[in-house]
């Protein structure tokens, strides 16, 4: 069974403060990684996948699957940043159909 | 166009009431998605469809009735809810659901209260 925990709900940070959310997985075959960003009022959105090994507002994640984690990194969070940020997989076995998110971190970025 | 359109925004219904969700996308996409969200959690996937085909259905009541009538639109249609129904109902697509590489795309959802 695929599964994705994110130890932490809640996450206060300063304003130019480093930010590292943490995601963990359980998953026995080939996963794909994604963390998604849920905005107030806003839908939810794609931050960034694994594959794609790009950063995204300043944010990066390295898929390390020696400890099955996906943390979500950035060396200077702004306010902006605040958000419902989760972590998700899917996998080969599959076909990418099934999405399971973790529990999800609510960011906060203080002035 | 690239959003995934849900109507309506909100909905207020009784338990004897029979209403329906709709979904539409633009996009080319092939696979659609209902997702449940309760306040405070992550979404859980309700169903998948594949090429206008069913492919997941995650053990969902019968109260809850899809269909993709086509390729850009997805209902999902509701009767005798109960309470505990109320959630968003998101509603997502990708452009295919046989890789692991494709991106789900949100709609913004349909908050339903069920009285």
């Known amino acids: 069974a695929q599964r994705v925990t994110q130890p932490e709900k809640l996450l206060s940070v300063f304003k130019g403060a480093p930010v590292e959310l943490k995601c963990n997985y359980s998953y026995s075959g080939s996963p794909e990684l994604f963390w998604y960003v849920q905005y107030s009022r806003q839908r939810l959105q794609l931050l960034l996948r694994h594959i794609s090994r790009e950063s995204i507002k300043g944010f990066t994640a390295d898929l390390n699957k020696g400890e099955t984690s996906f943390h979500l990194k950035k060396p200077f969070a702004q306010e902006e940043d605040s958000a419902m940020y989760y972590c998700a997989l899917t996998s080969k076995e599959t076909s990418g159909s099934r999405l399971t998110f973790g529990e999800g971190t609510q960011l906060t970025v203080n002035p | 166009d690239t959003e995934v359109t849900q109507t309506p925004k909100h909905l207020v219904m009784g338990m004897t009431n029979k209403k329906s969700l709709k979904c539409e996308q633009h996009m080319g996409h092939r696979a659609m998605y209902w997702y449940k969200q309760k306040a405070k959690k992550p979404p859980e996937l309700m169903f998948v469809?594949?090429?206008?085909?069913?492919?997941i259905n995650e053990s969902v009541p019968s109260r809850f009735s899809p269909e993709c009538p086509n390729s850009s639109l997805l209902n999902l249609h509701l009767h005798a809810l109960q309470p505990e129904d109320s959630a968003l109902y998101l509603c997502a697509s990708s452009l295919s659901g046989r890789t692991v590489k494709n991106i789900q795309y949100f709609g913004a959802g349909t908050r339903l209260s069920v009285l």
């Open positions: 469809y594949s090429y206008e085909k069913l492919s």
